[in-house]
């Protein structure tokens, strides 16, 4: 539209709002039938709008308008370059080929690899900036590849496959030979990941050791019955101790015992970020590992026990206790050897992750362990078995203190019912995640834990377990808002002023399980 009405002091006023007053106007009109100005917009947006004189300036304005709208000229997509060439001040011509290349970087950078590759056919300038490998971080394998050999091929034909950086071997409907590792090695990849899935058997060692070194980081899941990897790991490592570019490594589910401890310490004494996860390796080999290994390197270990087969020495853990950053445990520990371990972290802990499942805790003074699981990040005791009422009490305790380390907690089949309603709702808003799953929970507990929440947080997420990527795949489990016990209980408008006060919420609505919500209506 033209400025032969009121719309010339209309925009002015509607930047001095957006502007001046720091205000996210969405959208305003005015209502026909009414008479009235309608405003979308968030709730604060309309406080501030509304308390303002230009809203007053914007609504005679748009009624003025609307009685002179013979004298509005509009434009359509055919006419409006035309328009910009007659005159410019009023219609200006924006070319984003012009913005520095460095804000047009900042920008891409909340992009995905699928958007990226459309902005590869914008222009001569998108292009250039789209092409900066360090916006293709993650950039993976298409799907399609992995269902026919005409369709990879097609794609290593492009040059698109020169992107490439996240590299997953796994399930594929036809067999690799050293002709497509061939291809992998043209690329620059910087992680790759290789499962349990992939047939490897006509894979030359050297040839996949070598893409392997060429990685930054590493992930290798085997399956410890079959040990499909063994040969391929040990000349993986043997290539490791010479010349490599892993700085981290991840081992699942693999049997190490055959590989010599000197190797794996040589391997490793380079790594930034090492894990075991419920990997079978001996005493000797631990202790070569840990002798070699970095003291500021990151260290996560897994130990699954529960099947009563020993695949870890778990009293050589006393020796490393101290320098681990993530540790999990499901089962029984030794007699008196979980003690040791609160008593180790109690006097020196780098732990960021802890994992304590099927686990009886009743063991640990409720003081000593409420230190402990403090000092970690993200906390998970979900099965564990008989937390006693004092433990579990002075736990929330901690967690209000300002030492507290403690942001995500993610429990379960707990009684928290006789923790006051006091603690319990202060306690759980000063962390940014809480998954209870089928704790028992008392009403009170529900009712105060969103007035607070309502009032401000620093909760993220509710019901679901929030902590960076690297642990994210610890925990499955999330509970949708709608199925908390006593949730309908809540008043409607706090429970609207807590939830928006979150970062991101889970409805199911009953699409999982059959359970109906809890939800009212009104809520």
Sequence with gaps: MNNNSSYGGLHVEARILVEEHQTPLLCFYLDKESNEMKL???????RKVKESEQ?????FMLKCTLNEKKKLTFYDDCTLDQCNQQDPILLPLVCYDRLPTEILKAVFEFLGPEDLKTLLLVSKTWKSV?????????????????????????FFEGSLSLKLQYLELGQFDFKFDDHYFERFMALSLSCIKITTDIDLSNVSNELLATLVN??????????????????????????MSMETK?????????KLTSIPPDVLSEACKNLTSISFDYVEISSDQIKAIFKSLKMDANVLIKID?????????????????DRLTGFSFYGEPL??????????????????????????VRQIPPQLLARVMTKVERLNLSFSEGASPQQLKEVFKRIVKSDSKVKHIELDSMNLRLISPELFAEAVNKLES???????????????MFRIMSLGTNLKKLGTYYGDKEYEETSLETMGMDKMEHIELVEPEILAKAVNNLESLQLDLGASTKESSRLTLTQ
């Design 214 to 239: 060429n990685c930054k980081v590493c992930s290798i899941s085997d399956d410890r019955s079959q040990n499909k990897f063994g040969a391929h790991l040990e000349v993986i490592l043997k290539k």
């Design 40 to 46: 979308i917009a968030d709730s604060e947006s309309q």
């Design 305 to 321: 026990e529960s099947d009563g087969i020993n695949t870890f020495d778990i009293e050589r853990l006393d020796s490393i206790f």
């Design 55 to 59: 809203f007053e300036k914007l609504e």
């Design 434 to 448: 809480f998954y209870y799953g089928s704790c028992k929970v008392s009403e009170s507990q529900v009712l105060e």
């Design 246 to 254: 892993i700085k981290s490594l991840q081992l699942e589910h693999m």
């Design 130 to 154: 789209a092409d900066n490998p360090l916006l293709w971080t993650g950039f993976g394998l298409p799907r399609k590849c992995r269902n026919s050999k005409e369709l990879f091929q097609e």
């Design 335 to 360: 007699d008196g050897q979980l003690r040791r371990w609160m008593d180790i972290l109690d006097n020196s802990c780098k732990l960021k992750n802890l994992e304590l499942l099927e686990v009886d």
